[in-house]
């Protein structure tokens, strides 16, 4: 019986090729979209699953109660590990992992006059019980050991392998990390998952870290500092979280008493940017519920296009029911029948579906830096099953029953009315659907484009075209060349200004402290960020001064340079009024007087709040060079850096950045979601175009009598058209009535993520409605003209 209802399904639509393709194509387009969806939430969802004891891992993290706030990081301070090691002996694991960024590793070479190999590395430090907590395996080396000493490390095969040639042959082999410490490789890792937010390749020993000076401070906190934990079985986190309350008690200082710890589940480090993780790369679960509804969407109205067109044949079909009806096939039979062509066409499409995601994921995978592959594994595989018996049954069902449910008498006249759903025709509702989800994602991408662009165009208080930035290299000789180096610098005719610092006015510095303001015998109740830079960091990003001037050049910090927020945050309301009033901070350590006040400056990206701001001098810790350049002389004044650069420091790797390539990247993951979207709400157009055709093509077929009466009356072509165009043209517009209000909801509780954001005008709701009756005129546009020049003879013969 099947086997005969695939055979008559087939031949049915050998005979309605146009009609098979259109579906076909719709279908398949949207099952695509929603097949490249499911794969990016399949990864993203992914991350550090397959850790043994994925559920019992935590991250002690901080959480700092300020007066206006609690303030969130992923840093520890480094005593942390040790003292839970001593008072919680039931806890089963405590490791810390430290992470370095663009550190240099250099391959010793006992030839003279070699050429040394130099790479340029993210690299980590880490406890020998890390590999107890995390499942990284070994290939070669014992776990418990590799990193039981200073100067031992560890490394990918991968990396073994571009370093030695063959990670065979790596154990006991040396490399030399920042052209200082010279490591013993001890372990060989199994290459790292991808789906994992450690990326490990190059990790120390813990001992090598060389951080001796700040192991006993417990008031310091470093971002790149993470303490992890495995709790016991028969603990919970929450418990646990209220024993940390009493650890900070017991051995934080009682002016850092507002410092606070508690736990963070491994399962949500990927999720939550309030934290941030190694990669610095988080994925949302809001985002993952958004991308989910989109791609639902997506498949529905490629859904609803099969009912338009399948219901838009039902007039040709009509007859055929009857016949069959007269000839004694029931009800029943005549469902299974239209379910059969259903499945063969949602088959044929699920195929064309993988091959199109398939064809479309290098494209994919280049946008958003992921590593997406159609690989067969059983989630795909149920996922595509779901989605064949799915689609069948939402696409075939509804116009199966209409099908089936004609009179046969009335069916072989072809006499019949349009089902009536609540007032409105149920195609009618379908298309308003199909419209509203179009229009809303127009809408939500207009929203995002623009908050992109005011991202890239918004003013940040300095200057940031045209700054090249050059780290420089980290020797014991880098102090002394400093500033020879930049006086050579400062000669090149392309160069019109040169600062040493310690970060670009957009990095976030890490140095945030609390501080004792004039001699006050509290601290203050809120932190600055201190940000170190010599005298002519304000020259070269064009930072304007409200009062006061720069501190003078030297190497140690001898004048403050704050900004008017923390003028304001102080009390004052006059920046005039501050001047050579003293800042004491890092416990009486640093002291020196406020010599000039700044205008605010964006010290990190728009997403955040702009805070108050310390400059001062400190030489020791200034490891950037900020090169302002003449444009038009760019590719010259590059290369004179380059080799003046190398000349200084022969044995490290030279590389730079322009600032405004640095501050575009700060953006890069909406930048990434504002083109996805753009893509998404273009194949939500294009399917609602299908689906709009198929309505039209229906609301032609059912008019054509009246067409041809109008056109013997006198009716013009144009008369024609815009009878059967104005009803879609109302569709169009009850589905912006709909989708405007949803859109303007959802986008704006987006745009609260950002402190400096966009407003939603009217304008992207006028160009939204004009982008959908423009995109539906076109796609209806040869169709209703078609009906309007047709033969009025021919018309008033139709049956």
């Known amino acids: 019986m099947l086997k005969n209802y695939l055979k008559t399904a087939w031949q049915n639509l050998r005979g309605n090729k146009a009609y098979v393709a259109i579906n076909t194509i719709g279908l ?5 979209a929603c097949l490249l969806i499911f794969l990016l939430i399949q990864y993203e969802t992914s991350f550090d699953n397959f850790h043994k ?3 019992r891992i935590y991250r002690v993290v901080s959480a700092t109660q300020t007066p206006q706030g609690v303030n969130y990081s992923k840093a520890s301070a480094f005593p942390v590990a040790e003292a839970l090691q001593i008072d919680y002996p039931q806890l089963e694991h405590v490791a810390r992992v430290y992470g370095r960024e663009n550190k240099q590793i250099t391959l010793p070479n006992d030839k ?24 990284f395996p070994f290939l070669a080396g014992d776990a418990k050991t590799a990193l039981s000493e200073p100067n031992t490390v560890v490394l990918t095969a991968e990396r073994a392998d571009k370093y030695f040639g063959d990670w065979h042959t790596a154990i006991g082999k040396f490399i030399k990390y920042d052209n200082g410490q010279l490591c013993k490789v001890t372990g060989i890792l199994a290459d790292i998952p991808v789906n994992t937010d450690f990326p490990l390749q190059v990790v120390f020993s813990f001992k090598s870290a060389g951080q001796e000076d700040i192991l006993r401070d417990w008031a310091g906190l470093d971002g790149s500092l993470n303490t992890f934990v495995v709790l016991p079985k028969n603990m919970s986190a929450q418990q646990f979280d209220n024993d940390l309350k009493t650890f900070v008690k017991r051995h934080t200082p009682v002016e850092y008493a507002n410092q606070g710890y508690q736990l963070q589940p491994l399962s949500g480090i ?3 940017s309030e934290f941030g993780t190694y990669t610095r790369g988080t994925f949302s679960r809001k985002l993952i519920t958004a991308l989910a509804l989109i791609g639902l969407f997506l498949l529905v109205i490629a859904c609803i296009n099969f009912i338009n067109l399948a219901t838009a044949q039902s007039i040709t079909r009509s007859k055929e029911v009857g016949i069959r009806k007269v000839l004694g096939s029931s009800k029943k039979q005549l469902v299974m029948q239209f379910l059969s062509e259903t499945f063969l066409i949602t088959f044929a499409s699920v195929v064309l579906a993988i091959i199109f995601a398939f064809l479309a994921l290098p494209l994919f995978n280049n946008l958003l830096q992921t590593p997406l592959a159609v690989q067969p594994n059983f989630q795909l595989m149920l996922f595509l099953f779901g989605i064949l018996i799915a689609v069948t049954l ?3 069902v509804y116009p199966a029953i209409i099908l089936s449910g004609y009179n046969p008498i009335t069916a072989l006249k072809s006499k019949f009315a349009s089902t009536k759903a609540g007032g409105l025709s149920v195609r009618r509702a379908l298309v308003v659907f199909q419209f509203a989800t179009a229009q809303a994602l127009i809408i939500g991408t207009l929203v995002v484009v623009s908050q992109m662009n005011f991202f890239r165009n918004a003013p940040l208080g300095f200057d940031k075209e045209a700054v090249v930035i ?32 310690a970060f670009s006015p957009i990095d976030k510095a890490g140095w945030d402290s609390d501080f004792k303001f004039d001699n006050a015998v509290k601290k203050s109740g809120f932190k600055t960020e201190f940000k170190w830079a010599d005298a002519d960091y304000f020259k070269t990003y064009n930072i304007r001064f409200v009062a006061g001037a720069p501190y003078t050049q030297a190497d140690t910090v001898n004048g403050f340079v704050v900004n008017e927020l923390m003028v304001k945050k102080l009390g004052f309301k006059n920046p005039e009024d501050v001047l050579g009033k003293k800042i004491s901070f890092f416990d009486g350590n640093m002291v020196a007087p406020i010599v000039g006040v700044v205008k605010d400056f964006n010290g990190s990206s728009l997403e955040k709040e702009r805070t108050p701001i310390a400059l001062g001098s400190y030489k020791l810790v200034c490891g950037l060079m900020n090169i302002k350049i003449a444009p038009q002389r760019a590719q010259e004044t590059l290369a004179a850096i380059e080799r003046i650069w190398s000349k200084a420091y022969p044995d490290f790797i030279y590389e730079y950045q322009f600032l405004d390539d640095k501050i575009t990247s700060l953006y890069k993951r909406e930048s990434q979601l504002s083109q996805l979207y753009q893509i998404f709400a273009g194949i939500a157009i294009f399917i609602s175009c299908l689906g709009l055709y198929g309505f039209v093509s229906f609301m032609a077929v059912r008019r054509t009598k009246e067409v041809g009466i109008r056109k013997v009356m006198g009716a013009s072509v144009l008369n024609i058209v815009y009878l059967i165009s104005k009803e879609f043209t109302l569709l169009i517009g009850i589905a912006f009535l709909i989708a405007s209000p949803l859109a303007y909801y959802f986008m704006h509780r987006w745009l609260q993520n950002f402190a400096y954001r966009i407003e939603i005008g009217i304008g992207i709701f006028l160009s939204t409605i004009l982008i959908a009756e423009i995109i539906a005129w076109l796609t209806v546009g040869y169709q209703a003209i078609k009906a309007a020049v047709a033969n009025p003879v021919k018309s008033l013969r139709a049956e």
């Open 394 to 396: 939402l696409s075939g």
């Open 28 to 32: 398949a387009v949207g099952i695509a």
């Open 53 to 55: 004891n994925k559920d």
């Open 270 to 272: 990927h999720y939550d």
């Open 470 to 501: 050059v780290p420089m290299a980290n020797d014991t000789a880098r102090l002394s060349k400093t500033d020879a180096l930049k006086m050579e610098l400062e000669q090149l005719p392309g160069i019109k200004s040169v600062s040493v610092s």
């Open 112 to 135: 003279v006059d070699a050429t040394q190999k130099k790479f340029k590395e993210n690299v980590f430090f880490a406890e020998p019980e890390f590999f107890d907590i995390f499942n």
